[in-house]
T-cell receptor, first 112, second 111 residues
């Protein structure tokens, strides 16, 4: 157990809908990262937060947004969902940016 | 571009034999390199990292990795593979305080 928690574990929804994925980092970790893992594209970095501030953006679509709250938990919002958004979404945390990242168990999103 | 590459999509090895999962990197300056493992339906688990010092790094579950600066490689090794080592392995490099992951190598250990 990495100490990073993610909810929900599974999410099934329809095209056009909006969902929110939640992540709680390990105790003491200030940096949170979001990744998307699909079968054909491997592990894609989406976005990083550090102590509440957005720090880096990767291949994140405009339909997706995220934030990190004062208690350091983070949420990833996915809107206008498409079939191609079906994937595993992972959250990871580290003490500071660039340090070893510890991953949560992931949220499996299925868009029908 | 600063990145890592895992040249093999799939590695097959018999139980009890040594295993190697390859990783090469392309970064400016001194690299910080990592290996992670992902078991089915699980998140990535940290195995080991190289920052500086001894070129042979020991990690979890009996794995080790050898940093080779001249060959820009950071191959993951284990002297004797177990069936339970079957998983997806990712190499990663720290770039400007972010991490870049390789595409992953699926290791299958056959009894």
């Amino acid at each position: 157990d990495s100490g990073v928690t993610q909810t929900p574990k599974h999410l099934i929804t329809a095209t056009g809908q909006r969902v929110t994925l939640r992540c709680s980092p390990r105790s003491g970790d200030l940096s949170v990262y979001w990744y998307q893992q699909s079968l054909d594209q491997g592990l894609q970095f989406l976005i990083q937060y550090y102590n509440g501030e957005e720090r880096a953006k990767g291949n994140i679509l405009e339909r997706f947004s995220a934030q990190q709250f004062p208690d350091l938990h983070s949420e990833l919002n996915l809107s206008s969902l498409e079939l191609g958004d079906s994937a595993l979404y992972f959250c990871a945390s580290s003490v500071v940016p660039g340090d070893t990242q510890y991953f949560g168990p992931g949220t499996r999103l299925t868009v029908l | 571009a600063q990145s890592v590459a895992q040249p093999e999509d799939q590695v097959n090895v018999a139980e009890g034999n040594p295993l190697t999962v390859k990783c090469t990197y392309s970064v400016s300056g001194n690299p910080y390199l990592f290996w992670y493992v992902q078991y089915p339906n699980r998140g990535l688990q940290f195995l080991l990292k190289y920052i500086t010092g001894d070129n042979l790094v020991k990690g979890s579950y009996g794995f080790e990795a050898e940093f080779n600066k001249s060959q820009t490689s950071f191959h993951l090794k284990k002297p004797s593979a177990l069936v339970s080592d079957s998983a997806l392995y990712f190499c990663a490099v720290r770039v400007n305080n972010d991490m870049r992951f390789g595409a992953g190598t699926r290791l299958t250990v056959k009894p």
